[in-house]
């Protein structure tokens, strides 16, 4: 089975803060995916990466930026958080974007600024 | 724009079978995608059509019309642990999954 793990399921930060929020899958996946989940709205793709190294551009990367040094680890940053970044953060894994493979989530980390 | 219509919430009782549709406006269309959240939980993988038909799986059916730009979710022999939010994926040219913002169904006894 695939894992997809997050840091932590509750955050709580100030305004302002530096914040990490980690990924690691356990499968050798290649695509990974950073979504927030607001209520109303569908997922959002913040930021996704097909490859070390790679970090592609979702549709809200604005306030966010992403790291990833090492295949199964991908890290969201909020260089300086703001109260409207108070969201669920789900992050995915997949092993292609083609045919019928589907993407698969860690728990999520629900994000509180404050 | 790309955008995906889906009912917020519908309730239906145990027992019982209950459809949720889904409409998408998508640039291209690589497949759509059915998930399963439970509540704070992870959106899990229920059904997948790219082409044209029903796919049945268990209790739970999908069916795609390209054409109309239309899906649903079929769901049988409803059971309370089926209380859950469906979240409507699409996937668009360049293979980016566009998501609905999900309908929340309740189950009554």
């Known amino acids: 089975d695939v894992k997809v793990t997050q840091s932590s399921r509750y955050l709580v930060k100030r305004t302002g803060e530096k914040v990490f929020l980690e990924c690691v899958q356990d499968m050798d996946h290649e695509n990974m995916f950073w979504y927030r989940q607001d209520p109303g709205l569908g997922l959002r793709l913040i930021y996704f990466s097909y490859d070390v190294k790679m970090k592609e551009k979702g549709d809200i990367p604005e306030g966010y930026s992403v790291s990833r040094e090492k295949k199964e680890r991908f890290s969201l940053i909020l260089e300086s958080a703001s109260t409207n970044q108070t969201s669920m953060y789900l992050c995915?894994?997949?092993?292609?974007?083609?045919?019928?493979?589907?993407?698969?989530f860690g728990p999520g980390t629900r994000l509180l600024v404050l | 724009g790309q955008n995906i219509d889906q009912p917020t919430e519908m309730t239906a009782t145990e027992g019982a079978i209950v459809q949720i549709n889904c409409t998408y406006q998508?640039?291209?269309?690589?497949?759509l995608f059915w998930y399963q959240q439970h509540a704070g939980e992870a959106p899990t993988f229920l059904s997948y059509n790219v082409l044209d038909g029903l796919e049945e799986k268990g209790r739970f059916s999908s069916f795609l019309s390209r054409s109309k730009g239309y899906s649903y979710l079929l769901l049988k022999e409803l059971q309370m642990k089926d209380s859950a939010s469906y979240l409507c994926?699409?996937?668009?040219?360049?293979?980016?999954?566009?998501w609905g913002a999900g309908t929340k169904l309740i189950i009554k006894p």
């Open positions: 994926a699409a996937r668009d040219s360049n293979y980016q999954l566009i």
């Open positions: 995915a894994s997949s092993l292609s974007t083609e045919g019928w493979e589907t993407q698969y």
């Open positions: 998508t640039s291209g269309f690589n497949g």
